[in-house]
């Protein structure tokens, strides 16, 4: 079965800096896909960005990048230029290339901003 | 509709009490997902619809869980004599298509705090 695990419960970054939110994941699958959410208080999850695992090229949007490791089974979201509004849970999740599409989700990431 | 919408936005009930949590998916998508959002944990998946049938209920707590989609659209997750442990964040998503498959990005609705008293 699919895991995935962040192992930093909260993180905290200074407005305009840089931050690494991490994930790790396990799978047997060669195709699948991840994705970074973030959850602020009013509980809508957004997606912030998505990397299907056949590419190699890392995903970027914006100031929202990934560095993915396919073989280290690595895909951590860096957050450039940190601003208030980032301020939120992050959830990295993983989804397969068959089947119900369903999304196996770790526990989250709680990132406060400092001004 | 422009987006998932789940209601109520927050409910309250007894232990024992049947509850039900109602999800509309955007207009056309005919995947949805339920999760269920427990304090401190990640979200975990319990019920997955194609039309109206729903051929993953794997995550399903317990028989008190069931789940329901009519006309494509709408769906019902009741849960029944409901316990302490039921109380959580319940969040509804849906897609377009699981087909499509490299297009096919869940769209999440607020979601609805149980609290089950």
């Known amino acids: 079965a699919q895991t995935v695990t962040q192992s930093q419960p909260e993180m905290s970054v200074q407005e305009a800096e840089t931050v690494t939110l991490s994930c790790t994941y396990d799978?047997?699958?060669?195709?699948?896909?991840l994705f970074w959410y973030k959850q602020p208080p009013s509980r809508q999850m957004i997606l912030v960005i998505r990397?299907?695992?056949?590419?190699?090229q890392n995903a970027t949007e914006n100031r929202f990048s990934v560095n993915f490791q396919k073989a280290a089974k690595s895909f951590s979201l860096k957050i450039s230029d940190s601003q208030l509004g980032d301020a939120a849970m992050y959830f990295c999740?993983?989804?397969?290339?068959?089947?119900?599409?369903?999304?196996?989700f770790g526990t989250g990431t709680r990132l406060k901003v400092l001004a | 509709g422009a987006g998932v919408s789940q209601s109520p936005s927050n409910k309250v009930t007894e232990k024992g009490k049947d509850v039900e949590l109602r999800c509309d998916p955007i207009s056309g998508h005919t995947a949805l997902y339920w999760y269920r959002q427990s304090l401190g944990q990640g979200l975990e998946f319990l019920i997955y619809?194609?039309?109206?049938?729903?051929?993953?209920k794997s995550g399903l707590p317990s028989d008190r869980f069931s789940a329901e989609r009519t006309g494509g659209s709408v769906s019902t997750l009741t849960i029944q004599r409901t316990q302490q442990e039921d109380s959580a964040v319940y969040l509804c998503a849906s897609a377009r298509t699981p087909l499509a498959v490299t297009k096919n990005i869940q769209y999440f609705g607020a979601g609805t705090r149980l609290s089950v008293l």
């Open positions: 799978t047997s699958e060669s195709d699948y896909y």
């Open positions: 619809f194609q039309g109206n049938s729903a051929p993953d």
């Open positions: 999740a993983y989804r397969g290339s068959s089947g119900t599409y369903k999304y196996i």
């Open positions: 990397q299907e695992a056949y590419k190699q």
